[in-house]
């Protein structure tokens, strides 16, 4: 008799509006789990072993659906976890224009339209399916259907997003999405990680990034459409550094999309090691570009699981994505999505021990 790898649910409380939500635990709780809410597709917890064998939850986030749905929460406004769209990252101004027609949408970042304006995808509830699992696997399915004229997008867009975290320590994330109308897309998870879980800061993580160039932005974090080397530069992470290395010559900290090398397929986006809990983690992706986040605008002012405090730095993001505001630089790849085409991608975050130490 084969058992399949453990998936599980339990109700996690409801939204203002009523609607009830769940979290997930794909995994033993006992062991390597995540932990995913249908309020935004969060991922909430995801242990994982250090090299003593020792379980610890690498992402930020709560342990309740109240400190998700709280004031504090929304001015702060950190996305732990969450699924990000319609279009994740910036949009100049709010703008874009297609096939002729100009559209609007909400300015909710400075001057600026961030992560799907003020109820993207990581405040809304997702429908979700257990889809049938392996003995080395579990699968959660979260499909959102986004109505014409969400935050000011055009066209009702079906999104299904599959969660699947297994034996291997690997959080796959596969996406899929179609539309009615023509639209631009940008479809991300928004996790924070710290590989030494109750640490202070991840300055200390050693960051890789197979990246030849990044995106130049202006003072609103809009790219200029200049892709510069990183070449003598201290977002240069083709060999490993310590994110805290440099980042004082970075201003604001890194909040910038590196491009990756121009390949068919999965290939790797990042990959970060803690030396002193041994952890690694590395991102694959088949999409074009990856921001990475040094977790700046965390101020301290939120309190996370086990009482930490979530400062400066505390956690980083891996945002795999299309580069920022590509529906205004045409020289970018295109994230417009068409009707009678559909958008599939997937983005992978392999756990494990640094090899050899
Ligand atoms: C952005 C940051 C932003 C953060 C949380 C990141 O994806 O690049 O500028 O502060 O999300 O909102």
């Not at 257990?130 to 867009?157: F, I, M």
Request: with cysteine.
């Amino acid at each position: 008799m084969s058992t399949s790898f453990p998936l599980s649910l339990a109700p996690f409380g409801r939204t203002p509006e009523g609607q009830a939500v769940e979290l997930y635990t794909l995994g033993d709780p006992a062991g390597p789990h995540a932990c995913i809410s249908t309020y935004g597709g969060t991922v909430t917890r995801l242990l994982v072993p250090d090299q003593r064998g020792q379980m610890g939850d690498v992402v930020l986030g709560f342990d309740a659906l109240d400190d998700y749905l709280s004031e504090a929460y929304r001015q702060a406004n950190p996305y732990f976890g969450a699924l990000i769209g319609r279009y994740a990252n910036r949009l100049a101004r709010g703008r874009f224009a297609l096939d002729g027609q100009h559209y609007q949408l909400a300015t909710n970042n400075g001057p600026n339209h961030l992560h799907g304006g003020h109820r993207g995808f990581d405040r809304v509830v997702w429908q979700a399916e257990a889809l049938p699992g392996s003995a080395t696997e579990a699968r959660l399915r979260l499909r959102y259907r986004s109505p014409d004229g969400e935050e000011g997008y055009p066209g009702n867009l079906q999104v299904e997003v599959t969660y699947r975290f297994g034996a291997d320590l690997t959080l796959r994330i596969e996406y899929r999405a179609s539309t009615d109308r023509t639209t631009p897309l940008n479809l991300t998870n928004h996790s924070y990680f710290n590989l030494a879980p109750g640490s202070p800061d991840v300055l200390g993580h050693e960051l890789q990034l197979p990246a030849e160039r990044y995106t130049v932005v202006d003072d609103t974090l809009i790219p200029t459409g200049e892709l510069r080397p990183v070449n003598g530069t201290p977002m240069d992470f083709r060999r490993p550094h310590p994110i805290g290395a440099r980042i004082g010559q970075v201003a604001g900290g890194y909040d910038h999309n590196w491009v990756l090398p121009d390949e068919p397929g999965l290939r790797l986006a990042a990959r970060v090691q803690e030396p002193a809990s041994g952890r690694r983690l590395e991102v694959y992706t088949d999409q074009p570009g990856v921001q990475f986040y040094s977790g700046n605008f965390l101020d301290g002012s939120l309190r996370g699981k086990n009482g930490v405090v979530y400062g400066r730095h505390t956690g980083f993001c891996l945002e795999t994505q299309h580069f920022p505001d590509s529906p205004n630089h045409p020289q970018f790849p295109g994230t417009i999505l068409r009707p009678g085409t559909e958008f599939h991608s997937v983005t992978e975050y392999r756990f494990g021990l640094i090899p050899g130490q």
